[in-house]
């Protein structure tokens, strides 16, 4: 469940850049600037709001998670009511998810962000693993805990908010990645794979929503992964509970 879009990260960099977009009308680099800060300032103050004032640890980050993200939502609908219609417009195309108006200056900017930040996140990923078993645990076991979330959370960041700035936030991708991936290793997490999945998710949509929607509507791909995600999360959700008991 702590996916960025659960946590509101997505919700912090979409407010901003929405903000920044028909408030302040800025464009290009400094929509991307804005929606990194806006994702940053929600990851600070989950991290925040986590470790110092909130039990419960990963249970207390999604719960205020869940609450931040309720909020952007309110501001976000509130600056979308200061817009014009052609704004309006544009900004509401945005908010659903689309890669249709990505250029190759941005998907080269992307690249190269990728390019520096996956295998920083591949370095990490042995450390998180151990810091699944428990705060307590992995830091008994060599693991700076406190140093390694804040590297994480600042990865993260970095690219959920660079990529809602080109496409928007695209719903449940990270959500289903994730146990997707670990049904197809038994259990077992695997970052590259589940990157993968992600990656592919997001291909296959677009290709429904453009080119097999009846009628020949153009969906922007976050209708696609909306519609095919909320029906197999409730899947998962049902399968994992059937186990467990």
Known sequence: MA???????????ST????SLIVL????????????????????FLVGMSSGGAKGGTHALIIVGVGCSALLVALTHWV?????????????VWLTGSVASASWTEIGRLAVLAAVALPAMLL?????????LGDDLAAGLGVTVDRHRALAMLGVVLLVAATCAVCGPIAFVALLAGPIGRRLHQGRTRLVDIALIGALMVVVADHIGAYLVPG???LPVGVVTGL???PFLLWLIVTRTRVES
């Open 3 to 13: 996916s960025p879009d659960i946590l509101g990260i997505s919700g912090g960099a």
């Open 16 to 19: 901003a850049a929405v903000f």
């Open 25 to 44: 009308g800025l464009t290009g680099p400094a929509v991307t600037l804005a929606a990194f800060l806006g994702a940053l300032a929600v990851a600070a």
């Open 80 to 92: 979308l009511l200061r817009a014009d219609v052609y704004r309006l417009s544009e900004a509401m």
């Open 124 to 132: 990490l990923h042995r450390q998180l693993r151990v810091m699944m």
């Open 216 to 218: 020949g509507a153009n």
């Open 228 to 230: 095919a995600g909320a």
